[in-house]
């Protein structure tokens, strides 16, 4: 497992009970590694419907498919894998120069919550152009 992805379920499992957080003016460097990690948890579940909607658009760009045509679902699939892997292996460069610090987890997820919001309007860009 990747290591972003085992900080990201590390600080999401502190139960909300136990740990009550103001994310707007956290205290404590485990406060903003934990709302950073939250932030992160929005703006992927607002990536996965959004990807939802462009992977319904490139079904219907898949009507018109000519012998020899790779799907365009196929080629849009592809392309988020390359963009899962590309993001993982950015924020660990980019939160390099904390590594091994209490900074390093909320680095990471800072740099993950941007390049998702990123990806996620490109793929609004992809199925607004067709719908």
């Known amino acids: 497992m990747?290591?972003?992805?085992?900080?990201?379920?590390?600080?999401?499992?502190?139960?909300?009970?136990a740990q009550q957080i103001d994310c707007a003016s956290p205290m404590t460097q485990s406060?903003?590694?934990?709302?950073?990690g939250r932030d992160f948890k929005t703006a992927d579940a607002e990536l996965n419907a959004t990807w939802q909607q462009a992977v319904a658009a490139a079904r219907q760009m898949d009507q018109y498919l000519e012998a020899g045509d790779v799907p365009a679902e196929t080629t849009l699939r592809d392309a988020q894998r390359a963009w899962i892997s590309?993001?993982?292996?950015?924020?660990?460069?980019?939160?390099l120069s904390v590594r091994g610090g209490s900074m390093h987890p909320q680095v990471v997820m800072f740099c993950m919550e941007r390049?998702?919001?990123?990806?996620t309007e490109d793929l609004k860009i992809f199925y607004g152009?067709?719908?």
């Open 2 to 17: 990747d290591r972003s992805l085992i900080l990201l379920a590390l600080f999401s499992a502190f139960p909300v009970g």
């Open 31 to 36: 406060g903003m590694t934990i709302c950073a």
């Open 86 to 95: 590309f993001r993982d292996k950015a924020c660990e460069a980019e939160a």
């Open 115 to 119: 390049l998702t919001r990123a990806r």
């Open 129 to 131: 152009m067709i719908n």
